[in-house]
């Protein structure tokens, strides 16, 4: 008798544009990952960005929490938030959620272990390259950090706000040449925003790309069918 993968929550809508990438995501791996025509359950609490983005974090906590337990009253059995830069506060809420979670930032980590990479660029929202709490993860599974200066910071942060979460791809050579500029002392560039996939793919640097978004899904996936003999 087959058994059905694990229903998946998602707290998501951080931005849509982003949470729109995970569902395909979802979709193309699936394909891979089940048997035909197979595709988890899944359960979307999308968030109100602008609520969330103009909020303190204070007031974050509490958007995130209430959307855990909602999730986990849909009888969710793993969920995830699909944007990188609210697990500053991840720890905190799986500690007040009785639903495995699967972190993004753990998830990138494995995978650069997997992958043999030790020295990465981090890229993202100005509060994941600066506060600490995604390198800080990274350097416990061993790895080496660098980010980018203080001015192509505040340009990533612009075209994340100003155009990636509204689907414009303009500045796509700014962000490819940022990353470029770092090539040659990483083995590894982390997408860590989950808009940033929308515009840099694999082929746009010569520098091996890790899409947040896409192995944070695979890992939801995979501990979504964990428990399938």
């Not at 979307?44 to 009253?73: T, V």
């Not at 940033?196 to 069918?225: F, G, M």
Request: proline share 5%.
């Amino acid at each position: 008798m087959s058994v059905s993968p694990r229903k998946i929550g998602i707290i998501g809508g951080l931005s849509p544009e982003s949470t729109l990438y995970y569902y395909r995501k979802f979709i193309d791996l699936s394909r891979e990952m089940l048997p035909p025509n197979s595709y988890p359950t899944i359960v979307i609490y999308s968030l109100d960005f602008g609520e969330f983005s103009s909020a303190d974090w204070d007031k974050r906590k509490e958007m995130l929490l209430r959307a855990a337990k909602y999730l986990e009253r849909t009888d969710v059995e793993v969920m995830g938030i699909a944007a990188n830069t609210p697990h500053k506060v991840f720890p905190w809420l799986r500690d007040r959620v009785k639903v495995e979670m699967v972190s993004i930032v753990e998830s990138v980590a494995q995978e650069a272990l997997k992958r043999g990479m030790k020295k990465l660029l981090l890229t993202g929202t100005k509060i994941t390259m600066e506060d600490g709490f995604y390198a800080d993860v990274l350097q416990r599974y061993g790895l080496d950090v660098i980010v980018p200066n203080v001015e192509e910071r505040n340009e990533i942060e612009r075209i994340i706000r100003e155009e990636l979460t509204f689907q414009n791809l303009r500045s796509k050579e700014k962000l490819r040449k940022i990353i470029e500029s770092y090539a040659r002392q990483v083995e590894g560039v982390i997408l860590g925003c989950t808009e940033l996939p929308l515009a840099i793919k694999d082929s746009d640097v010569t520098v091996p790309v890790l899409d947040s978004a896409a192995i944070h899904v695979q890992n939801l996936l995979r501990a979504s069918i964990s428990r399938i003999p």
